[in-house]
């Protein structure tokens, strides 16, 4: 596995970790949980997301072969 492939699979279960924590804030009938989700998603995102985000960016600028949502959408895809 390639560190663009790394890069990508943390920043895609990071995003998801924050969704689910939107999820449970909706989900939940406590107002103090629900508070308390919803400053956890906000929190991920704008102190782990995003900068790992830019690092991406930044990683991939830097070294185009680590471009993985490109490589995937230029491969051809093989039909049954």
């Known amino acids: 596995m390639t560190v663009g492939q790394k890069?990508?699979?943390c920043l895609s279960q990071?995003?998801?970790a924050?969704?689910?924590l939107k999820s449970f804030a909706l989900d939940t009938q406590d107002q103090k949980a629900k508070q308390?989700?919803?400053q956890l998603a906000q929190t991920v995102e704008?102190?782990?997301i995003q900068p790992?985000?830019?690092r991406v960016n930044?990683?991939?600028a830097e070294e185009p072969t680590y471009k993985v949502y490109q490589q995937a959408q230029?491969?051809?895809t093989v039909r049954r």
């Open 18 to 20: 924050e969704a689910s």
């Open 14 to 16: 990071l995003e998801s």
């Open 36 to 38: 308390l989700y919803a």
């Open 46 to 48: 704008s102190q782990v």
């Open 74 to 76: 230029q491969q051809p």
């Open 58 to 60: 930044q990683v991939e």
């Open 7 to 9: 890069l990508h699979m």
């Open 52 to 54: 790992l985000r830019n």
